[in-house]
């Protein structure tokens, strides 16, 4: 049974739905728990200005999702890769004993969505390098 902070939650879910333009986005889609998570953000001056999650999954996947982006918002790229398993099981706070392999999804597909974000900035730098020489 979840515990009724979770329960609340879930109903009211703040950070659930497609963020279009995002400058990153995370997939995963976990074998073992036939959960596909998506994790989209915003980066202005290093710093994710928002994020949205889209997910198939449990009511404690969600949750922890949920709480993963608004854990992340506000924060440096660097800070985001510093949040420990720890810091988002205290961030959700009542957790069912066998959710805790979800957190650690919910930190892999957040990885995701940084290192394309990554990505496409080096891309896009390797494109104006060309364009000035």
Do not use: W
Not at 39 to 50: A, G, L, N, W
Not at 69 to 88: A, H, M, N, P, R
Request: with cysteine; charged share 30%.
């Amino acid at each position: 049974m979840y515990a009724r902070q979770l329960i609340d939650r879930f109903m009211n879910l703040k950070n659930s739905g497609l963020l279009k333009g995002a400058d990153g986005v995370g997939t995963l889609k976990d074998e073992k728990t036939a959960q596909t998570l998506k994790i989209y953000i915003k980066v202005e001056d290093d710093v994710i200005k928002e994020a949205k999650f889209k997910a198939f999954g449990c009511v404690a996947m969600l949750c922890i999702l949920d709480c993963l982006v608004d854990l992340i918002k506000g924060k440096t790229i660097e800070e985001c890769y510093q949040i420990s398993i720890q810091d988002l099981e205290n961030e959700v706070k009542e957790l069912p004993c066998d959710a805790k392999n979800h957190l650690l999804l919910a930190l892999s597909v957040l990885d995701l969505s940084i290192k394309d974000y990554i990505k496409k900035q080096e891309k896009l730098a390797k494109k104006l390098s060309t364009l000035n020489d």
